[in-house]
């Protein structure tokens, strides 16, 4: 009796964390997906991995100061579409933290960026996710850059 009380117990704890490892899994794809589509220049793959609305915010720490632009998603793959492909190759040095509740998630993903081959930058990515159906979808990507 106390064994089967103990699987009860246990058994939603292993459920919740399953789903939680394909969520990680799932969000990691994503940013991968994101990474590939903008090496190879291609658009419906780059476009299946954000929201419609999406928003990328870009920092950068210049002499004069902090500067914050704002780009929409669909601008951003406009301009990855006028590249040729190799010319953009961001990398995943690490994975930092990912964190997931019900439909929403953020992962910190450090980078590097390489273009036509020679580094460019560095920094951190920083993705918010919504949940749409059955899938992860970027809302935001928050990034900065440094040497």
Not at 46 to 64: D, G, R, T, Y
Not at 83 to 98: H, N, T
Request: charged share 20%; aromatic share 10%; with cysteine.
């Amino acid at each position: 009796m106390r064994n089967l009380l103990l699987l009860l117990f246990f058994c939603p704890l292993l459920a919740i964390g399953q789903q939680k490892t394909a969520d990680e899994d799932q969000i990691k794809a994503v940013i991968l997906k994101t990474f590939s589509a903008m090496k190879s220049v291609d658009s419906v793959a780059l476009k299946s991995c954000f929201m419609s609305n999406a928003m990328l915010h870009i920092s950068q720490v210049k002499p004069e100061g902090n500067t914050l632009r704002e780009v929409p998603a669909d601008k951003f793959i406009q301009n990855v579409m006028t590249r040729k492909p190799g010319d953009m190759d961001e990398r995943v040095l690490s994975w930092g933290p990912i964190l997931i509740d019900q439909e929403i998630a953020t992962a910190w993903v450090p980078y590097e960026f390489y273009f036509n081959g020679k580094f460019t930058h560095k920094g951190v990515d920083v993705f918010i996710f919504v949940k749409s159906g059955n899938e992860f979808k970027i809302k935001t990507l928050l990034y900065n850059m440094h040497q």
